[in-house]
């Protein structure tokens, strides 16, 4: 929700707004009369909207914040200024991206006008100031600010660093002022309109005034045309907040907000002039000084507001300058570059993997650790790899990305011991094998294994790793950076505990060091559940943290990178809908955040990248907040110092090869010099643009474990997880339910595999005490008309994403109440952009799966497929990263490969892991050395069939019928292979034939002789094979008879299912019954 301040930037004066964030008006806006105690406006960067229009795709006009006071659409009512919803923005930042800015209009229907040229117009003099105006009068440091567009924030950052600022309009002769420092401020338009600034900043520069001068964005422009240099107009303007830019004087990165389509051309400055900042992806200048004088300038806003707040230093710097006085320049000032990177001089590297699967340590392992060998062999270095899971498509034996050596042994100090000892490997790699991989290397180096074959551990250091397991270690990390952390005891008895919990009150919140997916962790509501989780946690851990429990607060992660020389990004950032209490693997995510303010927002990515260069972090980790859901008040939870599942679903949200870019920091390459893969030619050194969101629904399999509760909490259940791409929040949420279970059609009441609910359901009870199926029962409240408000006391969701659940389940309502002769074309476009399926909506119109879709075929409602680029389509990319959205009116992609299609695994499950992964990559590299091309069709962020570069087109898509036909048509496929999925896409073979679709391999009649039992059993009595008696049937009654017949025990075996799902052993005819209805209801 950075609208409100980009709304009222001033350089957007004359503009209409594109906003590439597919969602916009969540958290409505604050009260924008409200000041500071300056009188400046609290929450605005002027006194009210600039901008001439508003294009975005999906408006919320429901909104949740807890500083909001009206909603966007009210706010824009008020300024008269129009805007529209549902437009294709990302077919409109294609289309300014290729023809560069353009002009626009806004005309409603029987009001026609005229095309309006802002560029003719002076924006500057319309925007700035009319009178002289004095802000912190009184402080010691008297400042001149230039007003050609200036954001409130540079008066508060000036301030706040004690500057008494005297704003002036953009003509005033400011030559002849006394004052300490002259600010020459941003602005809009064309800078040689400013012509009058351009001649008062000339006779400064001519007079050679001492006093230090800071140009800022249109600043830049103006000082730099004034030094005598010469202006541009950019082909590709660079507007957004993550331009990533380069100090010429210490080499530092910075993450930068800009709007502008000017550019100074560096090639034309005069002697003593030199290029201060250049911008990382195009090489377009981005800020100048002058080598002797103090004068500098930055072409972005160091204000940011909104954006990162990377370059905030510079106001310090400027301060210092009119400290410091004559004979200072700007590269005396600007803080000291940490260490310079220097490539790590290795030539064979040990890389740990993560052994056997386990919960909270899966298939994710296997990504990261193929990422890592890819990118090591790209530099030419020898890797020995130690993974005993032979499942595993890292341990393949031969290919261009493998390792030079496997060994297939335990991943402990005595086995990992013996592999050094007979390879002598010079590098080591424990961020890519989890917490197995990490806890081996923690013990190893304290052991002095390490020091004494003198290997180098790469990336984080062995010391920062401990400083964030050890609990205690890392609350005094976090104590020295005066961070905010939840008052806690790091304990190592049972005892220690209890007094810990009294001192701080319970309920307390217990975590274990060194443990996985929040093993041996717990809410301890009083002393009794403390001394039975504490009593379990010590016996796998000999230290636990006590500390204040945050359970209800939203819980807010970062992914950052870090390289050797201190440049620092936060690739991605994602926020649980399941509050704290909730571990975040068994927690519904999405990405980006949708419920936090810029404010909200930067504030925490400040704190992560603090932390992350505090604790000395070389490579990739994650970072984890607890946000309080009514104020700015927050704590850090925790930071693993490794790859892990989140580290896996953010590359494949964002596009960002996390695993791949932290291997090649690792070596010592700074992250500027990685190329952006995406693009082949930006750098690495960036934020991404998500133009869609991602959310992220766990797996999980507790009814195959008898008596097992379906509550989940702080220690993870889940095996497996999904991950659904849209361009609205609902559409994204809907594709992941169905992504998780095939049996369910979206977000309904109804719970998976066909289970029904109790007769008697204590629905607050279902919705306060987080489980399995909650989110089912937050649909069944809803379709009860529970109202949100009620719900969200009781879950703790934040009432913008019940909102938007309610919103699915009015149109289901809607859809009901017609037919398919009666529902307007509007209707059923609308259900199809919120993610209804055809099946999904053929229900409600009682039609079927496949009348649904000729339906709708006959209305011209189809899918579009866009790209996953990382830069919200800024840059021309070459990817071949996907995804089917019926939010757009274009293709992104030209449909002319007619590849093979391969059908993925779709989420791990019990009896369904990473085997089905190593069969589905094997498949494609061998498809595409025989020089066939491939499509790939998954939605399990875990995989390393999901890496991008594995195939050539990658659909992060539906395993359903309906979405595969759309993929197979598409693309001219010219055949299917679903024999490397597993279960789900095998169930599919039988509909996908009947459908026209040309299965390879194994003929789907006699794949459905195999799976169906009656078909199979008459196939063995053909060739005359022996069976134990047996007898298909479809009442109790027969069941009964057939059991009575031959005798207890009999085996109940459901058809098309998994790994034995729903399989029982009865012993009496009351067991018959009851596993008999499992049994149904599974094979249905």
């Given amino acids: 929700s950075r609208y409100t301040e980009a709304l009222t930037d001033p350089s957007y004066k004359g503009q209409i707004l594109t906003l590439a964030n597919p969602i916009v008006g969540n958290g409505g806006v604050p009260d924008t009369a409200a000041l500071d105690e300056m009188g400046l406006r609290r929450f605005l960067e002027s006194d009210g909207i600039k901008v001439s229009g508003l294009l975005v795709l999906d408006y919320s006009n429901e909104y949740s914040h807890w500083q909001a006071a009206r909603s966007l659409g009210e706010w824009l009512q008020e300024e008269k200024v129009p805007a529209l919803c549902g437009i294709d923005t990302r077919t409109l930042s294609k289309l300014i991206r290729d023809k560069g800015t353009i002009l626009g209009k806004i005309e409603f229907e029987g009001q026609p006008m005229e095309f309006a040229d802002p560029n003719k117009q002076n924006l500057i003099a319309e925007v700035s100031t009319k009178e002289v105006k004095v802000y912190g009068r009184g402080n010691p440091i008297k400042v001149v600010a230039v007003d050609c567009g200036l954001k409130h924030n540079v008066i508060r950052l000036l301030v706040k660093r004690g500057a008494e600022v005297h704003l002036v309009p953009w003509d005033h002769d400011f030559t002849s002022m006394d004052y300490d420092g002259l600010i020459i401020s941003g602005g809009p338009g064309d800078p040689m309109k400013a012509q009058k600034v351009i001649q008062n900043v000339r006779k400064v520069l001519e007079s050679n005034r001492p006093e230090p001068l800071f140009g800022i964005s249109m600043g830049n422009l103006i000082t730099g045309i004034a030094a005598g240099a010469t202006s541009y107009k950019m082909q590709m303007a660079n507007r957004g907040q993550n331009q990533p830019v380069l100090n010429a004087v210490n080499g530092q990165a910075v993450i930068t907000a800009q709007n502008h389509g000017y550019a100074i051309d560096s090639s034309t400055l005069p002697p003593g002039w030199r290029p201060l900042f250049v911008n990382a992806n195009d090489q377009t200048n ?157 013990e190893l180096f304290k052991q002095g294994v390490l020091q004494e074959y003198g290997v180098k551990v790469l990336g984080t250091s062995v010391e920062s790793i401990m400083a964030t397991e050890d609990r205690k270690l890392f609350s005094d990390k976090l104590i020295e950076l005066n961070e905010k952390i939840a008052p806690s005891f790091a304990v190592e008895s049972i005892e220690d505990a209890l007094k810990a919990a009294e001192k701080i009150s319970y309920p307390v919140m217990i975590r274990s060091a060194y443990a996985l997916g929040g093993l041996g962790s717990g809410i301890c509501p009083d002393k009794e ?115 892990s599942r989140s580290s896996a679903l953010a590359s494949k949200a964002t596009g960002y090869p996390l695993a791949f870019i932290a291997a090649k920091i690792a070596l010592g390459i700074p992250l500027p010099e990685i190329k952006n893969v995406m693009t082949g030619k930006t750098s690495a050194c960036f934020e991404p643009s998500l133009d869609y969101v991602v959310t992220k629904i766990p797996r999980w399999d507790l009814d195959r474990f008898q008596h097992m509760s379906n509550r989940i909490g702080s220690s993870m259940k889940s095996v497996g997880e999904v991950m659904a791409v849209g361009r609205t929040f609902e559409e994204s949420f809907q594709k992941a339910l169905r992504m998780c279970h095939p049996s369910v059609d979206g977000f309904t009441s109804h719970l998976p595999m066909n289970k029904g609910w109790p007769a008697i359901v204590d629905l607050q009870k279902e919705l306060s005490e987080p489980s399995s199926t909650r989110i089912y029962a937050i649909a069944k409240a809803l379709v009860n008309e529970v109202p949100v408000d009620v719900i969200h006391k009781l879950t703790a969701i934040d009432k913008w994403f019940l909102y938007k659940m309610r919103g699915i389940v009015n149109m289901e309502k809607i859809l009901k109440e017609v037919n398919s002769e009666t529902v307007p074309e509007e209707t059923l476009r609308r259900a199809k952009q919120i993610g209804f399926s055809d099946k999904q909506i053929g229900k409600c119109l009682r039609l079927t799966e496949v009348q649904c879709s000729q339906l709708r075929l006959r209305k011209n409602i189809v899918p579009w497929v866009k790209q996953i680029d990382t830069l919200a389509a800024e840059y021309p990319a070459v990817t071949n990263y996907l995804y089917v959205t019926y939010n757009g009116q274009e293709h992104d992609v030209k449909f002319d490969d007619c590849g093979v299609m391969v059908l993925g695994c779709g989420p791990y499950h019990i009896g369904s892991s990473v ?50 036909l759309d993929i197979y048509q598409y693309e001219g496929c010219s055949g299917c292979i679903i024999s490397v999925g597993g279960q789900i896409p095998n169930n599919l073979a039988v509909p996908l034939h009947q459908s026209g679709v040309r299965i390879l391999g194994t003929n789907p009649l006699q794949i459905d002789q195999a799976e169906d039992r009656s078909v199979f059993s008459a196939v063995l009595d053909e060739l005359r094979m022996a069976q134990a008696p047996w007898k298909a049937v479809s009442t109790l009654r027969d069941a009964v008879e057939f059991a009575s017949s031959v005798g207890y025990p009999c085996l109940l075996r459901p058809s098309y299912v998994l790994s034995g799902s729903a399989m029982n052993v009865v012993f009496t005819e009351d067991e018959m019954k009851k596993f008999l209805a499992e049994a149904t209801r599974v094979s249905q």
Avoid at 310 to 331: C, P
Avoid at 530 to 550: H, P, Y
Avoid at 611 to 621: A, M, W
């Fill in 286 to 442: 981005e800020g100048i000084m002058h080598e002797t004088r103090p004068i500098f300038t930055a072409q972005f806003y160091p204000d940011a507001n909104p954006g990162p707040r990377d370059t905030e230093f510079l106001f310090d710097s400027f301060i210092s300058l009119v400290k410091r006085g004559k004979g200072t320049t700007i590269s005396s000032v600007l803080p000291k570059a940490g260490v310079t990177a220097s490539r790590v001089k290795v030539s064979k590297v040990l890389i740990l993997g993560s052994g056997g699967l386990s919960i909270g340590q899966a298939g994710e392992f296997d990504y990261s650790g193929s990422q890592a060998v890819k990118a090591m062999k790209e530099e030419n270095v020898k890797i020995v790899l130690m993974n005993p899971n032979i499942a595993s498509v890292q341990t393949n034996e031969t290919g261009l990305k493998q390792a030079d050596a496997v060994y297939f042994l335990p991943i402990t100090p005595q086995f990992v011991t013996e592999v050094i000892r007979a390879e002598r490997p010079d590098g080591l790699i424990l961020g890519m094998g989890g917490q197995t991989a990490l806890n081996c290397g923690v």
């Fill in 529 to 643: 559940s403390l001394l039975d989780l504490g009593t379990k946690a010590f016996a796998m851990t000999n230290q636990i943290l006590v500390e204040k429990s945050v359970a209800g607060w939203k819980e807010i992660e970062y992914e950052v990178v870090r390289d050797a020389a201190d440049n620092c990004i936060a690739v991605c950032n994602m926020e649980n809908i399941d509050a704290m209490g909730v571990h975040t693997g068994d927690s519904v995510v999405v990405a980006p955040s949708q419920t936090l303010t810029n404010e909200e927002f930067q504030m925490l990515r400040d704190r992560a990248i603090k932390v992350v260069r505090h604790l000395g972090i070389v490579g990739e980790c994650n970072i984890q907040f607890a946000l309080h859901p009514t104020s700015l008040e927050y704590y850090i939870i925790e930071v693993n110092a490794r790859l």
């Fill in 915 to 964: 085997e089905f992964d190593w069969c589905a990559v094997s498949s494609i590299r061998t498809l595409r050395q025989l020089g066939n091309k491939t499509v790939v069709v998954n939605c399990n962020p875990e995989t390393v069939s999901t890496d991008f570069d594995e195939c050539d087109r990658l659909y992060f898509e539906e395993l359903s019928l309906e979405r595969i």
